[in-house]
């Protein structure tokens, strides 16, 4: 059974930052591509950020392009995504996903991590 649990979301002020972690179980971590998408109020879901299984290629949406860094540890099943520099349009429900599983199978991504930026 894929389980996905993210945490590390809350409450930030325009400028702050925020570390997401993503624990994962019921598979082979570091086998697998992973990433982190977004979705905010009354939008579709968003792709944010990819990696592959050794960690030594990323990716970025434009739009977090020199603000976010993701990163795995293999060892400790768990990706992460540090948020710097954060905007009120970064505002959204936070998911981590395999990448093979992004966007249609949506039930594997976990329940989120809510980031909130105010202004």
């Known amino acids: 059974e894929v389980q996905l649990v993210e945490s590390g979301g809350g409450m930030v002020q325009l400028g702050g930052s925020l570390r997401l972690s993503c624990a994962a179980s019921g598979f082979t971590f570091g086998n697998y591509d992973m990433c982190w998408v977004r979705q905010a109020p009354g939008k579709g879901p968003e792709w944010v950020s990819g990696i592959n299984p050794s960690g030594g290629y990323t990716y970025y949406a434009e739009s977090v392009k020199g603000r976010f860094t993701i990163s795995r540890d293999n060892a400790k099943n768990t990706l992460y995504l540090q948020m710097n520099s954060l905007k009120p349009e970064d505002t959204a429900l936070y998911y981590c996903?395999?990448?093979?599983?992004?966007?249609?199978?949506?039930?594997?991504w976990g329940q989120g991590t809510q980031v909130t930026v105010s202004s």
């Open positions: 996903s395999r990448s093979s599983d992004y966007p249609y199978r949506r039930d594997y």
